[in-house]
């Protein structure tokens, strides 16, 4: 049986929590999100989070988020690029 794990601190890691951890997924979840900064600051934790775990992927949730489609998808891929 798989469980969650929520508010984790991961070893052998400088960063200090992820909202939750599912074998081998790394999950953030945002709720409501109204500023950009957020996701951005989300994206880029759960990056440094993954760069230390190679073997963890990464999951960003963002339930209803209050920001545009077009804005959001702005703010994603220039975190990528």
């Not at 760069?51 to 990528?80: A, W």
């Amino acid at each position: 049986m798989v469980r969650i794990k929520y508010d984790v601190k991961l070893e052998d890691s400088n960063i200090p929590r992820v909202d939750s951890v599912l074998d081998e997924f790394i999950i953030e979840y945002k709720v409501r999100v109204s500023d950009v900064r957020v996701v951005q600051s989300a994206i880029m934790m759960l990056a440094k989070s993954l760069e230390q775990h190679d073997n963890l992927s990464g999951i960003l949730i963002l339930d209803d988020p209050k920001i545009s489609k077009g804005r959001l998808n702005e703010v994603t891929h220039g975190c990528f690029l």
